[in-house]
């Protein structure tokens, strides 16, 4: 099973600021990776998929890169609505596992 | 528009049974694979079943195995999720989800299943 791992846990943020969240697999998932959004009492979202395609409806400030093992999330200018959790998910083979998530807080 | 809408979460005693519905419109459900994702209280997501398009293919996690059944109902656009002997750490919102790609493009508002005696 390929284990994902996200760095920070938590990530404190002020409204306009640039954030990087980071994803790291156990083993080379090419581009097979996605980012999703949940915000409290909400389900999951999709943002990425192929590691930098943003999903229908999300805004530019979203963008994904990476590829093999290291991937990263980039917010460009941090919205107020954008205060969540991320969780990325590697679909390239067997369980379609997720990493624990990293918080984005306010500052 | 694509919707997924989960039922028949609630409260069941350890060792009990109960049965998740995922009612699906908006597309042609069956073309898709589907699967069957929770989230215990203040933790992550966790897959736990899987099944393709026409029902004939599906899978589990270890942790559901021999437990948990999934199936699906095409002519009525509806997906199932049969729990049995529940356990205490079965507790969690079951979310539906549709799988296109290998990711999961969209996701039900979920249904909190609660074990406990």
């Known amino acids: 099973e390929i284990v994902m791992t996200q760095s920070p846990a938590i990530l404190s943020a002020s409204p306009g600021d640039r954030v990087t969240l980071s994803c790291r697999a156990s083993q080379s998932v090419s581009s097979s990776l996605a980012w999703y959004q949940q915000k409290p009492g909400q389900a999951p979202r999709l943002l990425i998929y192929g590691a930098s395609t943003r999903a229908t409806g999300i805004p530019a400030r979203f963008s994904g890169s990476g590829s093999g093992t290291e991937f990263t999330l980039t917010i460009s200018s941090l919205q107020s609505e954008d205060y969540a959790v991320y969780y990325c998910?590697?679909?390239?083979?067997?369980?379609?596992?997720f990493g624990q998530g990293t918080k984005v807080e306010i500052k | 528009e694509v919707q997924l809408v989960e039922s028949g979460g609630g409260l069941v005693q350890p060792g009990g049974s109960l049965r998740l519905s995922c009612a699906a419109s908006?597309?042609?459900?069956?073309?898709?694979?589907m699967r069957w994702v929770r989230q215990a209280p203040g933790k992550g997501l966790e897959w736990v079943l899987r099944i393709n398009n026409d029902g004939s293919s599906t899978a589990y996690a270890d942790s559901v195995k021999g437990r948990f059944t999934i199936s699906r109902d095409n002519a009525k656009n509806t997906l199932y999720l049969q729990m049995n002997s529940l356990r205490v750490e079965d507790t969690a919102v079951y979310y539906c989800?549709?799988?296109?790609?290998?990711?999961?493009?969209?996701w039900g508002q979920g249904t909190l299943v609660t074990v406990s005696s």
């Open positions: 908006g597309f042609t459900f069956a073309g898709y694979w």
């Open positions: 989800a549709r799988e296109f790609n290998g990711y999961f493009d969209s």
């Open positions: 998910q590697q679909y390239i083979e067997g369980p379609k596992t």
